[in-house]
């Protein structure tokens, strides 16, 4: 989608700083997983630009590409802290495995937690969590994220993969609703 956003979005995240920030977190992951490859599990949907992305700039071995399904928004802009996970892996992809999860955004934190604990419930030999934004203001739930690409204010955000309501997932850079 190459259209401009005409309903009053804000740029916050252009493209080049999502480019730079996401060669950044490949070079750290990069370095945790030289002598073990990883499997990674992305977290559909939002994660998928994301996700695409930094797969093209990883160095580090691949085994292999998961996803996941989770969610807890409806259709609005608030999580209710009930994630529904969808979308089961096979055990045999994920027991024993170096096992990266990546993410699109860390809001209340519910969604590592129930990610985290199905995937650790399926024997990985390693589990860390990778989420490309932050906002550390709406935490309701301790949870470690192990890679950060980028710490933002507590505004609803769109673009780079992610929707409100299904939309704007095309768009090239991350927006926010100014009033939201
Ligand atoms: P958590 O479980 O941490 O509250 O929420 C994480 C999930 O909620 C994210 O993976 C994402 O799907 C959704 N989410 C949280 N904040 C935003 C936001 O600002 N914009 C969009 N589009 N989704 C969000
Ligand atoms: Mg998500």
Redesign the pocket.
Known sequence: MAAMPSDGLTLLIPEDELRAGVATLAREIDRDYTTTGVVIVS?L???TIFTADLLRVLQAEVHRLEFVR????GGG?E?S?D?RLAGTLDPRHVNGQHVLIV????????????VKNYINGLGPASLRYC?L?D?PE???VEVQYDYVGFTIPN????GYG???DER?RGLPAVY?FPDA
């Open positions: 977290v949907k939002g994660a989770a969610g807890s928004y802009t999580s802290g994630v993410d699109d955004i860390a809001d209340t934190g519910y969604t590592c937690v129930a989420t934004l906002k709406r935490r309701e505004h609803f955000v769109v992610m929707d409100f704007y926010y």
